[in-house]
Structure formats: structure tokens, C-alpha cells
């Protein structure tokens, strides 16, 4: 059984939320031992994750905190890192050079889940940082998949609504106007709609008449079978 490594992501209930995820998946999978797991909860200024979140700026002052919290699990003996949060995964590859160590991408993993359930179009709904980035968008359309995202003003919206979860301020409003962005999307053809954030699973898990496939809940399954790997 492997260590695995978690880097905090945007927000500490999604990271406990995926450590306890991970926990019940593998014993779930193999009652034999609980899954080796170091947390790193990143010390990183409120104002740089308001910023990020809200504002849509400064997620590059995020990076030197990431690579110094994966050299860190290195040491500590993880054997690979992951990390709950899509928004930073527009690092990945700095904090792949920084370690020596696999580190698990929760875009990769959902690419493989989508071809593997034949999702040939997708609505995406994650933060402004993510759809700036094009942190989907550029693995979608690598691998032929054809997908839709907000139009501004749901986007800004969601800006709000994601910062709220971050700092534990949710609203029944926000989960409302979540429903409604995705109700926005069933005249589109689509075949699924992802949560490419991933604190937005606290709001909305399914919907009545869409399929709705949770990337924490992807990336959970992915890091499980990692761990699992002999």
C-alpha cells in the first residue's frame, strides 16, 4: 500500500472532505489496514485565496507555497501527491518538477473517466481561474470532447458562491442559483455536466434531469487505486 501526500487545496472542507472520501473508499475496497495518508495544509494568506476566488487575479503568488508543501510530503515519505483543488492545477507541472515523486492530476483523471463513459460533450462549471486558464478546455479538446461553460454573468456568480463555500459561508441562494446554471444547459445536447470545482459538490451532488459527475469524487477513485497499486 502506498503513502499518499495531499496538498490542501482552496478551502479546508474539501480537503477533509476528500481525506474522508478516501478513507471510506479504501475500506471499502480492502478492510485489510486504513490507507496511509500525510495532509499538508497550505499557510496560505486569505487575501492571495480571496483574490484567486472573487477576483480572478494573483493565483500566481499560490505557487511558491505548493512547491514548498509537495518538497515537504516528499520528505515526510509520501510516495505520490495529490491535490483537491482544480483551480491550482494550472501548477501542475512546476509542482512536478519540484519533486521527485508522481504527482496524480485530477484533469487527467477526469479526461480518462469521460472517454471511458463515452462523454462526447460536456458542460463545465468550475471557477474563473479554471476557465481562464482553459485548465479544461485545452484537455477537451486534445481528446475530442466538445463542451460548454457559463456565460459571464453565471460566471461571476459563481465567483461568489465558490468564495462563500471557501469560507464556510453558504447560502441557500447560492446553491439555487447553482441549479440554475445547470438547468441552463439542457438544451445544449450535452451528455453529462462536470463540477470542475471542487468545493461545489457541497451544493449540488445530482440533478433530476442531468447527469452530474463530481471531480473530487473522480480524482478520490483515481487516488484510491494508486494506493492500492502494489
Not at 483551480?87 to 519533486?99: D, G, M, P, T, Y
Amino acid at each position: 500500500m502506498k503513502t499518499v501526500g495531499i496538498i490542501g487545496g482552496l478551502g479546508p472542507e474539501t480537503t477533509s472532505e476528500f481525506y474522508l472520501d478516501i478513507v471510506f473508499s479504501c475500506q471499502k475496497k480492502e478492510r485489510t489496514a486504513r490507507p496511509a495518508i500525510v495532509i499538508s495544509s497550505v499557510p496560505l494568506p486569505y487575501q492571495i485565496e480571496e483574490d484567486a476566488i472573487a477576483k480572478n487575479i494573483g493565483i500566481e503568488r499560490c505557487l511558491p507555497f505548493l512547491t514548498q508543501e509537495a518538497k515537504r510530503l516528499e520528505k515526510a515519505g509520501a510516495d505520490f501527491i495529490v491535490m483537491p483543488c482544480n483551480s491550482l492545477h494550472i501548477f501542475i507541472k512546476e509542482i512536478r518538477e519540484a519533486v521527485k515523486i508522481p504527482v496524480l492530476s485530477i484533469v487527467e483523471e477526469t479526461i480518462k473517466f469521460l472517454k471511458r463513459e463515452k462523454m462526447d460533450k460536456v458542460g463545465v462549471i468550475s471557477t474563473s481561474a479554471t476557465i481562464k486558464n482553459k485548465l479544461y478546455e485545452n484537455a477537451f479538446s486534445a481528446n475530442n470532447i466538445k463542451y460548454v461553460t457559463p456565460n459571464e454573468l453565471q460566471q461571476a456568480k459563481m465567483g461568489k458562491f465558490i468564495l462563500n463555500l471557501v469560507t464556510g459561508q453558504q447560502k441557500n441562494k447560492d446553491r439555487e442559483e447553482l441549479i440554475k446554471i445547470v438547468d441552463s444547459f439542457e438544451d445544449k445536447g450535452l451528455d453529462c455536466v462536470i463540477l470542475a470545482c471542487t468545493d461545489l459538490q457541497l451544493l449540488i451532488p445530482q440533478h433530476p434531469t442531468i447527469k452530474i459527475f463530481d471531480t473530487m469524487k473522480i480524482f478520490v477513485d483515481a487516488t484510491v487505486e494508486k494506493i492500492n497499486v502494489k
